[in-house]
């Protein structure tokens, strides 16, 4: 069965450059064809669709956050990465890594979350 979990810094300041990883085991981000994605849900809201990585490498984002956000892989280390620049109290969050078929907040999998918070 596949895992995912979450792992970074809970608090960022205002301006830096949020980044986080999600380690994934029971499955490749390489081999095998699903969209490998971070969601986030800020407090009393839904869930919004960050961006995703393919097996192929390639790079989607929502377009909100386009200009912002980056995601990497380490294929030796089955991880995948969020980076996430000019942060502002409004990316506080719990951040979600997914695997699923859609490139939207649908997930077949997904990790427990971690919260970030953006404050000085």
């Known amino acids: 069965q596949v895992q995912l979990q979450e792992s970074g810094p809970g608090l960022v300041k205002p301006s830096q450059t949020l980044s986080l990883t999600c380690t994934v085991s029971?499955?490749?981000?390489?081999?095998?064809?699903?969209?490998w994605s971070w969601i986030r849900q800020p407090p009393g809201k839904g869930p919004e669709w960050v961006g995703a990585?393919?097996?192929?490498?390639?790079?989607y984002y929502s377009p909100s956050l386009k200009s912002r956000a980056s995601i990497s892989r380490d294929t030796s280390k089955n991880q995948f990465t969020l980076q996430l620049s000019s942060v502002t109290p409004e990316d506080t969050a719990v951040y979600y890594c997914?695997?699923?078929?859609?490139?939207?907040?649908?997930?077949?999998?997904r990790g427990q979350g971690t919260q970030v918070t953006v404050s000085s």
């Open positions: 029971g499955g490749s981000i390489a081999t095998t064809y699903y969209y």
């Open positions: 997914a695997r699923g078929t859609q490139l939207s907040t649908n997930y077949y999998y």
């Open positions: 990585i393919a097996v192929d490498g390639r790079t």
